[in-house]
């Protein structure tokens, strides 16, 4: 088992930046493909971005050149950076692990945490 905590989430005006920490706990994280993806209101579970054990990362069009995801396995968390935000950006994050493999789909993905709410305003 994984269990995974968001933290970061917050209010932020349109152009500006956060970031976002996924602190896990249970099994080694080093092995494990970790993944951000979100929700906005009334619409589906959509991905944002991955990374795999090896470092490799992969992101969906609507990120991409705006942010940014990694992880620090000496501190069991993975991060996401996202600058530029956008008010389409707003939605609950989500974070996950995926101990198979890497992608941008969700049910490649087993553990998730609970999301962290990040609200872009105009």
């Known amino acids: 088992q994984v269990q995974l905590v968001e933290s970061g989430g917050g209010l932020v005006q349109a152009g500006g930046s956060l970031r976002l920490s996924c602190t896990a706990s249970?099994?080694?994280?080093?092995?494990?493909?970790m993944a951000w993806f979100r929700q906005a209101p009334g619409k589906e579970r959509d991905s944002v971005a991955a990374?795999?054990?090896?470092?490799?990362?992969y992101y969906a069009d609507s990120v991409k050149g705006r942010f940014t995801i990694s992880r620090d396995s000496a501190k069991n968390t993975v991060y996401l950076q996202m600058n530029s935000l956008k008010l389409e950006d707003t939605a609950v994050y989500y974070c996950a692990a995926s101990g198979r493999r890497v992608s941008l789909r969700i049910n490649d993905y087993e553990y998730w945490g609970q999301g962290t709410q990040v609200t872009v305003s105009s």
């Open positions: 249970g099994r080694p994280f080093s092995t494990y493909n």
């Open positions: 990374i795999s054990w090896t470092g490799n990362t």
